[in-house]
């Protein structure tokens, strides 16, 4: 399974982003997928996730209303679309691919490389 990011870069406050996953090496239309993110000296979290057949999604509470997940089947291509932007959404951007039978986002088995998103003020 790979999983290669793109999309980020430097933004100023108030500014959009979209970033892209593409996706190999597994069923991808039948796969959950998630992002999550690492600010330096902190934690891994969670940022958004959305089912196999979009008809779900979900985000931390961090980036309700200012992100959006979204997902191309046809592309093997999962999107997190990124406005308002703010110095605290600083961090690397990671995506997750997961696996049958696996619920929780935390435990999906297949990791992206990253992708820098730095926030100026």
């Known amino acids: 399974v790979q999983l290669v990011e793109s999309g980020g870069g430097l933004v100023q406050a108030g500014g959009s982003l979209r970033l892209h996953c593409a996706a190999s090496g597994l069923t991808f239309s039948r796969s959950a997928m998630a992002w999550f993110r690492q600010a330096p000296g902190k934690e891994r979290e969670f940022v958004a996730g959305?089912?196999?057949?979009?008809?779900?999604?979900n985000y931390a509470d961090s980036v309700k209303g200012r992100f959006i997940i979204s997902r191309d089947n046809a592309r093997n291509t999962v999107y997190l679309q990124m406005n308002s932007l703010k110095p605290e959404d600083t961090a690397v951007y990671y995506c997750?691919?997961?696996?049958?039978?696996?619920?929780?986002?935390?435990?999906?088995?297949?990791w992206g490389q990253g992708t820098q998103v730095t926030v100026s003020s």
């Open positions: 959305i089912s196999w057949s979009a008809f779900r999604t």
């Open positions: 997750k691919a997961g696996a049958p039978g696996i619920l929780n986002p935390a435990e999906y088995p297949y």
